[in-house]
């Protein structure tokens, strides 16, 4: 007889509160020019290796911070080849990498679709990336921003590595 069973794909977020994983930390008044930084660990904790990892961000509560592609919130993500270092008090909590910065995610509106993150480790089952998400009010920001609130929500999505034969 021949034993076979099926691997996992599964994508977790470090602790919810803990340093990883601070993106349900809200801001508050946030003026032009602006950023907010918070940690996130991702981390591959199934047992099959992943293709590619992508980011789905949607409002569920949703005004012109959201909305404005010019002028409304921008997202960066970089990764830390170490945890980061947190700092700042919070919620104006600030990050910093003793080790190697990589850039996961370009300068891009807030909202956005299957966006592809890349230089990720957590693609190996068993790998973490320590990341960190920064959203910037552009300086230009109109004044009818003022006293605009949104939540937003992030939904990290793997995707299983290619077949193969033979399978060990």
Do not use: K
Request: glycine letters at 8%; charged letters at 10%.
């Amino acid at each position: 007889s021949q034993s076979v069973s099926a691997g996992t794909v599964t994508i977790a977020m470090g602790a919810r509160g803990a340093s990883t994983n601070r993106v349900t930390v809200g801001a508050s008044n946030i003026a032009a020019g602006d950023t907010i930084q918070r940690s996130v660990d991702l981390i591959d904790s199934g047992s099959i290796d992943l293709s590619s990892v992508t980011l789905t961000t949607s409002a569920t509560t949703s005004s012109l911070l959201d909305t404005s592609v010019a002028n409304g919130l921008q997202m960066v993500i970089d990764r830390c080849s170490v945890p980061w270092t947190e700092g700042g008090v919070a919620p104006a909590d600030t990050y910093t990498c003793s080790g190697s910065i990589s850039s996961v995610l370009a300068s891009t509106p807030v909202i956005g679709s299957n966006m592809s993150l890349s230089n990720l480790t957590a693609l190996t089952a068993g790998n973490t990336d320590h990341l960190r998400v920064t959203l910037t009010l552009p300086s230009a920001a109109p004044n009818t921003l003022q006293g605009q609130s949104s939540v937003i929500s992030y939904t990290f999505t793997g995707t299983q590595r290619a077949a193969t034969r033979g399978s060990a």
